[in-house]
């Protein structure tokens, strides 16, 4: 049987084609965990994020991520926890055989990794010293799990979440009816595949035993598009995205009444102090955006962080009062640090605003460019200024299109624009909203997307992927929408408008012209 070329010590976190040889036997085993074609796709289970050694143990833990596709039908049509995704993996350092997993999610179906930072650390619990790792993944729950072997000691909530009740005794998430979206309804899930937490770092306190955790509070809308994996039919499927997010607007929408829930299209974040042992939120305080900054805590009880706000804080780590703040002019998402130098202590923060959720919106005035500011006691130089906004508008060129021709601009905009211009008449964030573009972009559009005219910016020639036709019914859509918000008419009622419009353009061929 023909074997894969692979080096001593890899470790693989799915498993490939069955017909050829598994690198290691605990493949085979997650292989049964599997059905269908998943290979054919790669399964998922990257380890973008956490990875880190204990040398006590001489264990290295990883933290794997979702499927590929999202939807489970599509990945894994009869089912299965589909192993190692959404798992945290510990393997020897020394050869990388395996030693034992933790699935946080099995038969992941909600982009929910696990690939969230790991934390090691010795803590009593009842009476006991046990020798833990800490983990605030996607899905919401906190795990406290003994690092010696895997087992698991408490998980429970860490911000609300309607995908799943609890965690039973067998370590498994017991899901809530409707949370695998199979109905051909829209379903709001909570958290959404942004997670209750993502890649911005908690820190925890050992001093205090308190973890600091940067939550969302944001509802995913996750639907069963069944489209196959070489096909077109959701999010970002035109260039060979496989997510689940709802692209249909006409779907009957179900929503989560709970007034803990985020209601649909809204975001906003919490950063909470944590307790691990009792798996109790200590306090919490409210943030506008659902995406901030990585944590820092020290010995001495302070919490640090910047905020999509464009803020700096160094908060007290038993209570969340402000002791300090400062305006560092653009929103914060990565973490900061503290470190001596010839007896001087200082703090330095990258600030910058990016990333999947930066794209499409900010909360700063404007978004000034990319700045490392370090601050020391005693320091006395002088900040950068700041800027006053850049004023946006909607475009105002109008269109005098079909409906049925906004309809398939809608679905396309949908499978090739919305992964990186994400929600249209959002305003922008580190990327631009096609609906405040200028009307020489429009008069450029097919330069811009067909020939790469604007390549060095970072707008790629999609002329291998997008259609002149399909290209002018997304322009049609973006300047119907731009009218229609520029001219007062109200977001929902234009999304009734579209849904009517995609429904229009679902029953009608593509090919047939108005």
Not at 43 to 60: C, K, R, S
Not at 98 to 105: I, M
Not at 209 to 219: D, V
Not at 239 to 257: C, M, Q, R
Request: glycine fraction near 12%.
């Amino acid at each position: 049987m023909p074997k894969r070329v692979i080096r001593n010590g890899d470790f693989f976190t799915v498993p490939g084609d069955p017909s050829l040889a598994f690198e290691h036997p605990d493949l085979e085993a997650a292989a049964k965990t599997w059905t269908g074609e998943w290979w054919k796709q790669g399964g998922g289970g990257t380890a973008w994020d956490a990875i880190t050694y204990d040398p006590e143990l001489n264990q290295v833990y990883i933290g794997v991520g979702n499927g590929t596709h999202w939807n489970q039908l599509i990945r894994s049509p009869q089912g299965g926890d589909n192993l190692y995704l959404s798992s945290i993996v510990a393997v020897d350092a020394d050869d990388g055989s395996y030693k034992w997993h933790y699935q946080t999610t099995p038969g992941d179906t909600w982009d929910y990794t696990a690939t969230q930072h790991i934390i090691q650390a010795d803590i009593e619990i009842e009476g006991v010293t046990r020798k833990v790792l800490m983990q605030a993944p996607k899905n919401a729950f906190f795990y406290v799990i003994d690092r010696t072997n895997g087992e698991l000691i408490s998980a429970e909530k860490f911000t609300y979440a309607n995908w799943a009740s609890h965690i039973d005794d067998d370590g498994r998430p017991v899901e809530n009816p409707g949370a695998r979206y199979e109905d051909g309804r829209t379903h709001w899930l909570v958290p959404g595949s942004h997670g209750g937490h993502n890649w911005t770092p908690m820190s925890y306190n050992r001093a205090n035993g308190l973890m600091y955790i940067p939550t969302a509070k944001q509802a995913g809308p996750y639907a069963n598009l069944p489209f196959g994996f070489d096909e077109k039919g959701g999010a970002g499927s035109g260039l060979g995205g496989n997510v689940s997010l709802a692209s249909k607007l006409y779907l009957p929408p179900v929503i989560d009444s709970n007034p803990e829930a985020a209601l649909p299209g809204t975001s906003s974040g919490e950063l909470i102090a944590y307790d691990p042992v009792t798996q109790k939120k200590v306090w919490g305080v409210d943030q506008l955006f659902h995406y901030n900054g990585g944590v820092l805590t020290t010995e001495n009880g302070l919490v640090i962080q910047g905020d999509a706000e464009g803020m700096f804080y160094i908060r007290d780590a038993e209570d969340g009062s402000v002791l300090w703040e400062y305006d560092v002019r653009t929103g914060v998402i990565a973490p900061p640090v503290t470190y001596m130098v010839d007896g001087d202590q200082y703090i330095t923060i990258a600030v910058g605003w990016g990333g999947s959720q930066g794209m499409s919106g900010n909360v700063t005035p404007r978004i000034h460019p990319g700045t490392i500011y370090t601050f020391k006691l005693g320091g006395n130089a002088t900040a950068p200024e700041k800027l006053p906004a850049i004023p946006k508008a909607y475009a105002s060129l109008g269109s005098d299109a079909q409906p049925v021709q906004i309809g398939r601009g809608f679905n396309a905009y949908m499978n090739y624009c919305m992964g990186c211009h994400m929600n249209p008449g959002a305003g922008g964030g580190a990327i631009p909203d096609l609906l405040m573009s200028s009307h020489s972009i429009f008069d450029n559009f097919d330069k811009i997307v067909l020939e790469g005219l604007l390549a060095s910016e970072g707008m790629p020639n999609l002329s291998e992927y997008i259609s002149k036709e399909e290209l002018d019914d997304i322009k049609q859509y973006v300047l119907y929408s731009a009218d229609q918000l520029g001219t007062g008419t109200n977001p929902n009622d234009l999304m009734v408008s579209l849904a009517q419009m995609q429904y229009l353009a679902d029953q009608k061929p593509a090919q047939v012209k108005d």
